[in-house]
Every structure is written in C-alpha cells, then in structure tokens.
C-alpha cells in the first residue's frame, strides 16, 4: 500500500494561501488546529472547517461572477 496522499492541490502554487485561509476559518469557528497532526481534533470540528471553506469561496465566486468579472472560462 503506498503512502502518497490523494488530496493533491489542482493549483500547487495556491497551497500556502489556502493553508492560510484553513486556519483562519478554524480560528473564526474556534476549532484549534494547529501546524501538524491535528488527530486530537473531531471529525465534526474538522468538517466544519472545510466546509466553511467551501462556502466562503462560493460566496466570493458567485460575488465575482455577478459583478460581471467572469470567473469560470468560457464553455
């Protein structure tokens, strides 16, 4: 069985912003993650904080494509 992690980054270069963004969700819920192994935690307090994540990013979609900004390519 190998170790590789299957939560691969579709954009790598976005990984620091969104390690940023996972602890500033985490702080605003007062889930206390921190920097590593974080197995302590629950899976509810864990899945709160994706996803808010989730719905803080459609919020600022759906705010960028009604402004008229475009957001998702062409189809």
Not at 45 to 61: F, L, P, R
Not at 65 to 71: E, K
């Amino acid at each position: 069985m190998s170790n590789r992690s299957s939560n691969t980054a579709a954009v790598p270069e976005a990984k620091g912003a969104l390690d940023r963004f996972k602890f500033e969700v985490a702080n605003e819920l007062g889930v206390p993650l921190s920097d590593g192994y974080n197995g302590n935690l629950t899976s509810k307090q864990n899945g709160s904080v994706g996803g808010y994540m989730v719905k803080k990013m459609i919020e600022a979609q759906e705010r960028q494509m009604s402004s008229g900004q475009g957001g998702m390519s062409q189809m």
